[in-house]
Structure formats: structure tokens, C-alpha cells
């Protein structure tokens, strides 16, 4: 039995899905510039959710947004729209802009073994969607317009605070939020007017005129037009709860008069030095960065394997370097066993009821570590293929270690000698070897080197 915390009613509770196939709605990324590690940990978790889901028997229809207009630099509805501002800056056209970035980030994903969504929806492609959802809220009252955009008026939404669990007073508290002409502080646009026409890249003709949809809009009407009006499984990071998930909710059931979504997941943040990090603070890596460092994407991943997606995790090179090690170590131990062709029952049970606790993968992953060191344990290579579905770390793949030319040389003219039955000289060989870091073993299909660890 599947349980998963819903942020809804702050339980674990039993997951039932409404149909044959499970709606998940995955809030994607604003493509005006690359997505750090932080962000990724959020897709890596929304990711072990659908192989968690796929392993249990269920389908999955997955929908990601591209925000590609729209987001602006405040979540208060205040400053530039995001991509504008990228494309002044880089001087290039806002589409351009936004592909160049979501093809990054796509293949971030491949590196990261994530399962692409899918759909991927771009909110540029669903203006329509997003108007004809604004009329609906307009016809049922919920909107006012002010001299900048349409709002909706969050006084005649009942429930408005019900996701963040916050008295109405209380949400926004701390932050300095211009009330412009807005009526309450928790107001947001649903479509905001362009200031003056022609000056923007992205603008579009609506009932209201011309300009561009709020950011929260596009969830809402992209997400129910794949998945239905109400759906299984929403997910995002922590920080939308108090904003972007609040009104994502409060338009769409506003809108419908029915329930949005069942269960709404939220990943902790990774935190750099205890801070929260975003792109506008700056100070987290991207993928490439890291290569450049010598790690790669998957080292990322286990480390990210290593933390529930409800703690928040501090990130640090060194935790990297140790989540490097530990699964380089993982990786070599697991090519040296032998296929029996069994599957060990007891251990893939124990990994079961691990991920189906909400998707505890360290634990999930302590069951892997505690059947590699079980020397009476049999069925190893099934189970972890089992295991991988859920985990995405290829651990059956070949570990492909560049040797260097020279040890290459070394262990040809070895295997010569060893051919040559000079046990003298393939003694020495090996030696020579060893002294370079490397280590040979003579297996029936030929010389096998190593770095030594
Ligand atoms: P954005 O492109 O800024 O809209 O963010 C994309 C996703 O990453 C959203 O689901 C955010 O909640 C999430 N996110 C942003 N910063 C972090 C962080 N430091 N750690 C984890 N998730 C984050
Ligand atoms: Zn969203």
C-alpha cells in the first residue's frame, strides 16, 4: 500500500487514484536561464514519485509546464516579465531564448536518468486556454480589473487559505507587498495589460485587451485541460505552497466549483551554506559546472537518493564527493556478482515497503547496501534490476573507466608474456602496473583493469 504525504491535510495517507491512469501535474521550469542542482532536486523527486507509482502497477499520465511568458520577477505580480527581461539583456528573441534553455534542460534530465513527462506543455501555445478559463472566473464574479490587469479577488474564494494553512492575514507576512489598486494583499493578476503596446515581444489580444497572462494562470489551465478537472497528484517545490499552489487552487476550483487536486506533493529545497538558494540569488551550480568539477549528473542523483524529499538538504562539494565514492563503491561492487537468476524476495520486500512510505529512498537505498553485504543473500542482480526501476542510478550498467594509454600498452605486452608463459615478466608487468594506480585480473574473456579505489 502506497503512502504518500499530502501537503493538503499535513497526513500520510493511503494513495487511491481516481481512474486507471494517475494524473500527476509537475510545475515545470521558467526558461529565461539554466535550472540549478536545486531546482533538479525537485524534478528528481517528482521523478522517483513516477517510478514509485509505475513500479506499483499504476499508469501514469505526467504533465509539465514550460513557463515561457508571464513570470514575473516578484511573485507579488510586481516587476518585468522574466523572459522579456532575459531577451533585452541577451538581445535575442524571447522564443529563442526560451527553446535554447528548455532543450538544457531536457537534457539535464536524460544525464539525470528523469523520466521525461508526458506531456510537456509551453504556456505560450495555451493563451486560448487561459483566456476562455479567466472569462469562466469573469462570468462567476471572481475577477476585477484595475488600471494594470484583471485580478482575482481572493475575499470571495471561501477557502482561500487552506493549502498553506494560513489565516488570510498571515500569508505574504514579512514580505513588502504593493497594494496598487488592488482589494485585498493576497489579490493576483490573471491577466495583465501590456503598458505600452508594441513594446513587449510577447503580447496577445484578449476580452480586456492587449497583454499577457498572469503566471499562476497557465497551471490551472494547462493542468485540467490533460488532466481533467480534478486529478490525482499536483507537485512542485516548498516555496509554492503559500503563493503559486494557493491560487492555482483558489482559480480552478473557483472556476469549476469542484475539487482541483487530490493530493498535493511539495519537495524540501536544497540549501546552500543554509540559505535558500534561487536563480535570482545566484550561487547554486548547474549540471555542467559540476562536470567541470569531475562529478556527474548521476553522483548528483544518489546524493539527492540520500535525503527525504520532505527534509531539506544542505549542499555542500564535499557531501558530493561523498555521495561520489559511495557510489563509485556501489557500482564496482555490483559488477563483480554473479547472475543466478533469482529474485530475493525478502530484500525487494523490505525495498518496497521503504519506497512506499513515502517514498523513503534513503532507506530504500540502506536495504540495497544491507543485501550487497549479505553474504548468504541470493538473487542479487534481479533484485537491483527490480531495485533500479525505482532508483534510476544504472547500476547494471558497465562502469566505463578511462585507462590511460600507457597502462593499456602495460597490459597488452602482459598479456603476451602471459601468453608466452613468462610468469616472471607478467609478474613484473603487473607490478609496474599496480605502482601506476591500476589493478589487472585475468577473467576468462581477458585482462580486466581498474583504477584502484
Ligand atoms: P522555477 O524555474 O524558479 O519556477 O523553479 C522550478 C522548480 O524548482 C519549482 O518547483 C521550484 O519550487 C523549485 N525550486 C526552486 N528553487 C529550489 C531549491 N533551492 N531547491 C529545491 N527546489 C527548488
Ligand atoms: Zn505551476
Redesign the pocket.
Known amino acids: 500500500m502506497l503512502k504518500l504525504y499530502n501537503t493538503l491535510t499535513r497526513k500520510k495517507q493511503e494513495f487511491k487514484a481516481i481512474g486507471k491512469e494517475v494524473g500527476i501535474y509537475?510545475?515545470?521550469?521558467?526558461v529565461y536561464w539554466y535550472?540549478?542542482i536545486?531546482?533538479l532536486?525537485?524534478?528528481i523527486f517528482s521523478d522517483i514519485l513516477k517510478r514509485v507509482l509505475l513500479f506499483d502497477g499504476f499508469k501514469v499520465k505526467q504533465v509539465m509546464n514550460v513557463?515561457d511568458v508571464g513570470?514575473l520577477t516578484s511573485d507579488a505580480d510586481e516587476g518585468e516579465d522574466k523572459m522579456e527581461k532575459a531577451a533585452a539583456k541577451e538581445g535575442k528573441k524571447a522564443s529563442d531564448i526560451a527553446n535554447y534553455y528548455w532543450e538544457i534542460f531536457k537534457e539535464d534530465f536524460k544525464k539525470l536518468n528523469i523520466l521525461e513527462p508526458d506531456i510537456w506543455s509551453k504556456a505560450t501555445e495555451h493563451i486560448k486556454e487561459q483566456i476562455e478559463l479567466i472569462k469562466k472566473l469573469e462570468a462567476k464574479g471572481y475577477t476585477y480589473k484595475t488600471a494594470d490587469g484583471i485580478y482575482f479577488d481572493t475575499s470571495k474564494f471561501k477557502d482561500y487559505g487552506k493549502l498553506a494553512k494560513l489565516k488570510k492575514e498571515g500569508l505574504q507576512a514579512g514580505k513588502r507587498i504593493s497594494m496598487g489598486d488592488k482589494k485585498n494583499i493576497t489579490d493576483f493578476a490573471l491577466w495583465k495589460f501590456s503598458t505600452e503596446i508594441g513594446k513587449r515581444q510577447q503580447e496577445w489580444n484578449s476580452p480586456w485587451g492587449i497583454g499577457f497572462p498572469g503566471w499562476h494562470i497557465e497551471c490551472s489551465a494547462m493542468s485540467m485541460k490533460y488532466l481533467g478537472e480534478t486529478f490525482d497528484i499536483h507537485?512542485?517545490?516548498?516555496?509554492?505552497v503559500p503563493i503559486h499552489h494557493t491560487n492555482e487552487i483558489a482559480q480552478s476550483e473557483a472556476a469549476t466549483g469542484k475539487k482541483f487536486v487530490n493530493y498535493w506533493l511539495h519537495?524540501?529545497?536544497?540549501?546552500f551554506k543554509g540559505e535558500?538558494?534561487?536563480?535570482s540569488k545566484g550561487g547554486?551550480y548547474i549540471v555542467s559546472e559540476l562536470e567541470e568539477l569531475g562529478y556527474k549528473a548521476l553522483d548528483y542523483r544518489y546524493l539527492c537518493l540520500g535525503s527525504h524529499y520532505r527534509t531539506q538538504m544542505d549542499f555542500s562539494l564535499e557531501n558530493l564527493k561523498n555521495a561520489q565514492n559511495a557510489y563509485q563503491r556501489l557500482k564496482n561492487i555490483i559488477q563483480e556478482l554473479k547472475d543466478d537468476n533469482k529474485i530475493n524476495e525478502r530484500y525487494l520486500k523490505d525495498f518496497e515497503k521503504a519506497i512506499d512510505d513515502d517514498l523513503n529512498m534513503p532507506e530504500a537505498l540502506q536495504v540495497l547496501w544491507k543485501m550487497l553485504r549479505d553474504g548468504k543473500a541470493s538473487g542479487k542482480i534481479k533484485t537491483i534490476e527490480k531495485m533500479d526501476e525505482v532508483l534510476g542510478l544504472d547500476l547494471l550498467k558497465k562502469v566505463e573507466e578511462k585507462i590511460p594509454e600507457e597502462i593499456k600498452k602495460l597490459v597488452e605486452e602482459r598479456e603476451k608474456a602471459r601468453k608466452a608463459k613468462d610468469w616472471k615478466k607478467s609478474d613484473e608487468l603487473r607490478e609496474r602496473i599496480k605502482a601506476l594506480g591500476f589493478e589487472v585480473a585475468d577473467a576468462a574473456e581477458g585482462a580486466r583493469v581498474r583504477k584502484i579505489q
Open positions: 509537475s510545475c515545470g521550469p521558467t535550472q540549478h536545486g531546482n532536486r525537485t524534478y513557463t513570470h507537485t512542485g517545490g516548498e516555496d509554492h519537495g524540501a529545497f536544497l540549501t535558500k538558494v534561487s536563480k547554486l
